[in-house]
């Protein structure tokens, strides 16, 4: 009876897909009580999926890239475990066109829920105690939200499109309909048909090369969560690295690009030694064209990399190390809900702060430290008035969008709470416990709770009571701002870069250029954040003049400067600041940037008239988080 009853609801939201406003009001009802039932039931607030009661376990996907539609067609066939016998099974949309739905072959009926604005809708396909596999035939949205998808004159050869995702935190849902909650593992397999000239890219197994057919074949065997799915198509070459790791860009920019990440191997093989064997294979590197929103994005077995890092010397590769770690903390040992960001950022902070401890020295790797420390409480400052709760590490995200939860928070509190248990239990301590721990839930999900209790049981039950008296982890984890017991680092390179500024300040005092020639890029970054918020036209004259700033070839120094520029309506290099702006897609550059021209009353319509500009060339996650702020100007 009730089978019959959400059989015959089916065919109602089916054909009344467009068609709302011909419903009578007794099927609308209907429809809206059906709607409500559909709400995100599990632990993760961001899906509707319901894995305790049936539950995807493998995904075989065929996608055809179609560069003039500027969309996909896709065939997802799911291998499905239903535990408990339901009659449905729910998973996660946002813009798809739903085509067809089949069950072992079978057409099938499916129910559509009530769309959220960050949330996409749920998809519920009807299913049997029987059921094992179920396909769903789509098309994405020509807006779906993870693609991005270039024109030529968008990337740097300037002859072919290119076409990347963005999946993480909840944009898979955009382009594939899957279980899109991080709790949840599948391995995967996928054919990916492009246009013949260009190559396509998973985080999977990897061609080396194009082929003539244009057809791609990809298998994941290790079981990840939707957040990990990641495609890239463009004109892309191949370069190795050392035994296991390579890098894929450009044509034009494969030999910078090598030559930039030529340490990529020694960091790999510096990670294993810490925390245990790479799970993963190869371990590959993949430039994008500049408007990628992020630095980078740890895809298993293809991290996706801005070009932004591309920086001639070697300087800005913390970020590799980064991502690879991302391999232990986040791909193995993965946050359940984007509520637990921390246990996949903070981690990796730490990982990767000592992985280029091991290979640049401790005096790098505290520079490194004391830029995550500036961030912390500038992150801090911003948001303990106005949003306390956001500083803590554990995250309520009900009812927002994840994306509200990228914060230094989730890094570098998270970074620094590592390091106070490494001060407290000593280093070898701490090392043992996460090489255990990556071991213990590799493959699994973890919260916040599980792993505080892990935490525990393996490492602080066996602590003195005075020793794990000192030990605050309710502060550090439940409570907000920075707590007291914050590890201090020491850097003399950091005294000097700050003694500099002083000088600066005070006598208008330049650093001698031999002086400089010797600094790291990181003291640039402490001189340029610890000048005045207000500096005269010529103190930024004199600044530009002397050391080139507008030139920089390196984006966080070329940042921290434009930074100035703005504040201070520096108007001799806002050309090169709008170059920055209309090129670069990288929000952790565009947002403060943006923040600065829009608070200011005289450069407000000059930062929307170079949004207008920009737009085409941003990814949506960077395009929204901008529209965002200009529309609350707006509106205040
Ligand atoms: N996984 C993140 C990027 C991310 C986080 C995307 C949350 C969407 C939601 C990635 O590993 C990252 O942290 N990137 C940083 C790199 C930096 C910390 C070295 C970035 O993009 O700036
Ligand atoms: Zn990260």
Redesign the pocket.
């Known amino acids: 009876m009730q089978k019959l009853a959400l059989f015959l609801l089916g065919i109602i939201l089916l054909s009344s897909c467009n068609t709302e406003s011909n419903q009578n009001d007794s099927e609308k009802t209907e429809s809206q009580q059906k709607t409500e039932e559909l709400m995100p039931i599990s632990q993760d607030p961001h899906s509707y999926a319901r894995p305790q009661e049936a539950v995807i376990t493998h995904l075989k996907l065929s996608l055809e890239v179609d560069f003039e539609q500027k969309l996909l067609n896709g065939i997802a066939d799911f291998d499905i475990e239903n535990k408990k016998s339901v009659d449905k099974i729910y998973l996660d949309i946002d813009g798809i066109e739903i085509q067809e739905v089949t069950a072992d072959g079978e057409p099938t009926e499916y129910e559509l829920g009530k769309p959220d604005t960050h949330l996409g809708q749920a998809l519920a396909v009807l299913i049997t105690p029987q059921t094992k596999r179920i396909r769903i035939t789509y098309q994405t949205a020509p807006d779906a939200k993870a693609l991005q998808w270039l024109d030529s004159e968008q990337t740097q050869g300037k002859k072919k499109p290119f076409l990347f995702t963005q999946s993480q935190a909840i944009l898979a849902r955009t382009w594939v309909p899957v279980q899109d909650s991080p709790g949840i593992r599948f391995t995967y397999e996928a054919t990916v048909t492009v246009p013949k000239d260009l190559l396509a890219l998973m985080s999977a197994e990897n061609p080396k090369e194009k082929n003539e057919e244009g057809v791609y074949h990809f298998r994941m065997p290790q079981p990840i969560p939707a957040y990990l799915l990641a495609l890239a198509v463009g004109d892309l070459a191949f370069e190795a690295l050392g035994e296991r790791t390579g890098v894929y860009a450009e044509p034009a920019l494969l030999a910078k690009a090598a030559n930039e990440f030529a340490e990529t191997e020694k960091m790999l093989l510096v990670a294993e030694e810490m925390y245990g064997t790479y799970r993963w294979g190869r371990y590959d590197l993949l430039v994008l064209p500049p408007s990628f929103p992020f630095g980078?994005?740890?895809n298993p077995r293809l991290t996706f990399a801005t070009p932004t890092i591309l920086a001639g010397d070697r300087s800005l590769t913390a970020l590799v190390a980064?991502?690879l770690?991302?391999s232990w903390s986040?791909n193995l040992v993965t946050n359940a809900t984007w509520n637990d960001l921390w246990l996949?950022?903070g981690f990796?902070?730490y990982f990767?702060n000592r992985i280029m401890e091991k290979i640049y020295g401790k005096d790098y790797a505290d520079m490194l430290a004391l830029i995550s420390y500036l961030d912390l409480k500038a992150e801090v400052e911003e948001r303990i008035e106005s949003n306390p709760k956001d500083t803590h590490l554990k995250l309520d995200l009900l009812g927002r969008n994840p994306d509200d939860g990228v914060s230094s928070i989730a890094?570098d509190k998270g970074f620094f709470f590592l390091k106070r248990l490494e001060e407290m239990v000593g280093r070898e301590q701490l090392d043992e416990f996460l090489s255990t721990y990556f071991n213990h839930f590799a493959f699994k999900t973890i919260d916040t709770e599980q792993f505080l209790e892990y935490l525990h049981k393996n490492m602080l039950d066996s602590l003195s009571d005075a020793q794990r008296g000192k030990i605050d982890i309710t502060e550090w984890v439940y409570r907000k701002g920075i707590p007291n017991s914050l590890p201090r680092i020491q850097s003399e390179r950091y005294d000097e870069a700050i003694a500099a500024a002083a000088l600066f300040k005070e006598k208008n005092e330049l650093p001698t250029k031999q002086q400089v020639g010797k600094w790291k890029y990181q003291q640039w970054e402490f001189f340029l954040r610890e000048l005045p918020d207000t500096l005269s036209d010529e103190q930024l004259q004199t600044l530009d003049k002397t050391f080139k700033l507008s030139e920089s070839g390196n984006n966080e120094i070329l940042f921290q400067w434009l930074l100035h520029v703005a504040r201070n309506e520096y108007k001799p290099a806002y050309p090169q600041m709008r170059t920055f702006l209309t090129t670069v897609g990288r929000r952790k550059f565009l947002s403060p940037i943006y923040k600065v021209l829009l608070a200011n009353p005289k450069t407000k319509n000059l930062a929307t008239e170079i949004f207008e500009e920009a737009k085409p060339n941003y990814h949506s996650v960077s395009r929204n988080s901008i529209q965002g702020m200009i529309l609350e100007v707006q509106n205040n």
């Open positions: 980078g994005m740890e980064h991502e770690a991302h986040g996949n950022e990796t902070v990767e890094y």
